[in-house]
């Protein structure tokens, strides 16, 4: 394949997801089904592009009504003494404000379709530098489809613009010389920064690459970068404070809104959201040894959130990676460093919060593993072919799956990989009310899958002919767990490494448990399997046993 008609086939994709978003029925196919945080995002980018300010106001929740039909699910809002305002960075909404000014809701989409193919095009640059054209080709689409990050470019969020963005810094700071296009890569780096702090990550490749070089005119460069990146920073943080009264958009007095909002009507107060404060975030914060390399395993292996599944090129990339210049090591030592500080500084959600498709921060460090795609041994792109196996519920459906994030992990290989514990309060099964945290008596259920019929008093009540899989919450001090089991039929049973079969309703105890232990509660993986279903006429269903499970104190 030429290299010319590599491009063209690049475009084709581009203007198909161009019609795609000019035609998409955002209206119809997002109504009340906002996932991540698109409510407010969408809000703030009307905010922008019709109030040309940040300020929350009854016409955003009426503009918000006209166009879906209903209220918003999920804003954060904080109030000082010049009003209430939107608690989010305006990094994303500035970008998206132009296009909804000229297009309407359809106007994220073409912000979106105009990034993807800027995505293709330099992923393609990357991979020319060690492939052929009609390899190159195929690697800059593996990158974007056999990942989940295609999914990203239909949410109103960060995710997708962060990413190209990011990848946009490290094409002009790695790829590019003189002086305009790494002091713009400097530039676009505080736009970053602003948009999610943690990016900043990306002066290390970019302006370290210059000043490791040890010639004092790149030094001398390397400095400069440094400089227009701090301004560049510090200019959006004075813009957020211009426009709200605060430099930090995430402090004061933050609340989360879902159900009621302030101004709907005067009944609802500002001070009736949840309150939302880091002031107590080192009291709340905990990492022992065990939690470290607990989240290190689940960041590449984890059901709900592991780069194996979601972002399969990126674990070929890290695996195959074979050293080389300075550029790469910098690449390589960012990677390592973004993994580590994401794992270590938010111990309990590094997935980036409960209703997440995937790990939703990994795109902000996605970049740095395209970079590195010269650095690699050309075996890696073989395996690529099996991310289609754990992703099939994506391509099937990108929109019910953003909706409901936890499918990928109810499907498929689900058997294969580990459930994030240290991740409880955060895994997708959770935006299921019923299956959150279900109070049995003594403990708690966390259900990972829809293989239960319900509720029976303090009795799990699972579906027939079905594994239910949950993770119970016992208090830390329990030695020993007592099963009481109400069946008409076989009934298998696995808690913390123990299995035990019941062929009739009876009650047995388990000891030696195995669970993880957090903070003050005991989690143990479990699993029900019913080998015989019956027509519930109530609940309309065939369901199988019951079970209660009682902890059990010291002897």
């Known amino acids: ?67 879906y039909g209903g209220l918003p699910q999920g804003i954060f809002l904080k109030k000082n003494q010049r009003g209430i305002f939107f608690a989010k960075s305006f990094a994303y909404p500035l970008a998206a404000a132009p296009f909804v000014r000229l297009f309407g809701n359809r106007g994220f989409f073409v912000l979106a379709s105009l990034l993807l193919l800027m995505d293709l095009l330099i992923i393609y640059s990357f991979s020319r530098k060690r492939f052929s054209p009609g390899t190159s080709l195929g690697l800059s ?252 519920p994506v391509y099937l459906a990108p929109l019910t799956s953003s909706s409901f994030p936890s499918m990928v992990g109810k499907m498929g290989f689900r058997d294969l990989f580990p459930v994030e514990l240290t991740q409880i309060n955060s895994i997708p099964t959770n935006i299921n009310p019923h299956a959150f945290r279900v109070r049995y008596g003594k403990i708690f259920v966390y259900h990972l899958d829809d293989n239960f019929c319900g509720r029976q008093g303090n009795y799990i009540y699972l579906k027939g002919r079905a594994k239910a899989e949950m993770i119970i919450a016992a208090p830390l001090e329990a030695t020993a767990l007592r099963l009481d089991v109400k069946t008409e039929g076989p009934v298998v049973i696995k808690i913390g490494g123990r299995k035990i079969r019941f062929n009739s309703s009876g009650k047995a105890i388990l000891r030696g448990i195995k669970g993880t232990k957090l903070r003050n509660t005991l989690y143990i993986y479990s699993w029900v399997r019913s080998l015989y279903a019956k027509e519930d006429l109530k609940k309309g269903v065939f369901c199988g046993a019951k079970v209660k499970i009682e902890p059990l104190p010291p002897r």
Not at 8 to 20: E, N, W
Not at 36 to 44: G, L, S, V
Request: proline share 4%; with cysteine.
């Open 1 to 67: 394949m030429s290299h010319r008609r590599a491009k063209g086939l690049i475009f084709l994709v581009f203007l198909l997801f161009l019609l795609i978003g000019l035609r998409f029925p955002v209206e119809k196919v997002q109504s009340h089904a906002f996932f991540d945080d698109e409510a407010i995002y969408f809000m703030m980018s009307y905010s922008l592009a019709y109030d040309y300010d940040l300020k929350y106001e009854k016409r955003d929740l009426l503009r918000f009504s006209q166009v």
């Open 141 to 392: 689409l593996a990158f974007l489809f056999l990942s989940v990050m295609w999914a990203y470019f239909f949410w109103i969020s960060t995710e997708f613009f962060n990413f190209s963005l990011a990848l946009l810094i490290l094409y002009l700071g790695l790829e590019k010389e003189g002086l305009t296009y790494p002091l713009l890569a400097s530039l676009l780096l505080g736009y970053l920064a602003f948009s999610k702090p943690t990016n900043a990550l990306y002066a290390l490749p970019i302006i370290g690459l210059r000043f490791f070089s040890f010639r004092w005119r790149k030094i001398a460069l390397s400095f400069l970068m440094g400089l227009v990146f701090l301004l560049s920073t510090l200019g959006f943080f004075a813009a957020n404070r211009l426009l709200t009264g605060e430099w930090n958009y995430m402090g004061g007095e933050r609340r989360s809104f879902y159900y009621h909002f302030p101004l709907e009507s005067p009944k609802v107060k500002f001070s009736q959201g949840n309150l939302m404060s880091a002031k107590d975030y080192w009291q709340r914060f905990y990492l022992t040894p065990k939690v470290f390399f607990l989240n290190l395993y689940y960041f590449f292996f984890g059901r709900f959130s592991g780069m194996l599944i979601y972002f399969l090129p990126a674990f070929l990339v890290l695996i195959a990676f074979r050293g080389g210049n300075l550029k790469s090591w910098l690449l390589f030592s960012s990677i390592l460093i973004g993994i580590l500080s994401s794992i270590s500084l938010m111990p309990d959600n590094f997935i980036g919060g409960g209703g997440c498709l995937g790990n939703r921060y990994f795109p902000n460090f996605y970049p740095l593993f395209i970079a590195l795609i010269p650095h690699v041994r050309k075996w890696f792109k073989k395996p690529l072919w099996i991310a289609p196996l754990f992703l099939y």
